[in-house]
């Protein structure tokens, strides 16, 4: 999670959505920066609420632009699938490069539930009302576009001259014309051991099933101004 109380903006950081890359981008900006895991990297929108109005003295979580970035359901899964088979995790519970997609869904959904595959959109809002917390979801699958469309209403420096020596620290990690992110520099990327065409049914009907509240969500809320 990401708080500038200059820029007024708050970023959830979702799992397996590029937040590492959009981090690098935004801390600069930012008073309050929590960019570990184990710290509290990937809060709730209603973690975040609590912690900056609890901390910012002059302004509150809803005087700020909240945004994040959700994805595809199936992608997710893949993408959390793919990127615990890396030889970091060989020895690990946590180690998928043994195991099938199939099994990966039947243990980490509903045998041992994991956090990582907890429903995005639960993320994003209110624990009671289920209604959304943030502003703006930027869908993983048109993410430069997404993120142009809100760096643009938080007016950040974003236009390359094609000046390296004027390219301000922001730009380090992507390549910006016009306001426009043409280029995402992606970090952290996960492993391709498994591509959503090679999906069994199986998989694809438990996913529908599981996580229909995420595909809920994502055909109400995501890409549009909340």
């Known amino acids: 999670m990401l708080f500038s109380s200059d820029k007024k903006f708050i970023f959830i950081a979702n799992l397996k959505t590029a937040s590492t890359s959009i981090e690098e981008m935004l801390v600069p900006y930012s008073q309050i920066s929590f960019l570990a895991t184990s710290c509290g990297k990937h809060m709730s929108a209603e973690q975040a609420r609590s912690i900056v109005n ?3 003295a002059s ?3 809803e005087d ?9 359901p199936l992608t997710y899964a893949l993408s ?5 088979s890396k030889k970091a995790f060989i020895g690990k519970p946590s180690y998928t490069g043994s195991i099938s997609f199939d099994e990966f869904l039947r243990s980490w959904v509903l045998e041992k539930p994991s956090w990582q595959m907890r429903p995005q959109f639960r993320r994003f809002v209110d624990s ?5 917390m943030v502003n703006y979801v930027v869908p993983f699958e048109s993410l430069e576009r997404g993120l142009s469309f809100a ?3 938080l007016e950040l420096n974003c236009v390359h001259n094609n000046s390296a020596s004027t390219i301000p620290r922001l730009l380090k ?22 591509m959503a065409p090679k999906v069994s049914d199986w998989a694809r009907d438990f996913i529908w099933r599981e996580f229909s509240e995420d595909y809920a969500f994502y055909k109400s809320y995501v890409g549009k101004l909340l």
């Open 173 to 194: 990690s992507f390549v910006a014309s016009r306001g426009r992110i043409n280029r995402l520099k992606r970090l952290n990327k996960s492993p391709q051991k498994l």
């Open 151 to 153: 760096f643009d209403r």
């Open 128 to 132: 009671a009302s289920e209604k959304p």
């Open 59 to 61: 302004v509150r979580y």
């Open 64 to 72: 700020c632009f909240s945004f994040g970035v959700m994805r595809d």
């Open 80 to 84: 959390v699938y793919n990127s615990h």
């Open 54 to 56: 609890s901390f910012a």
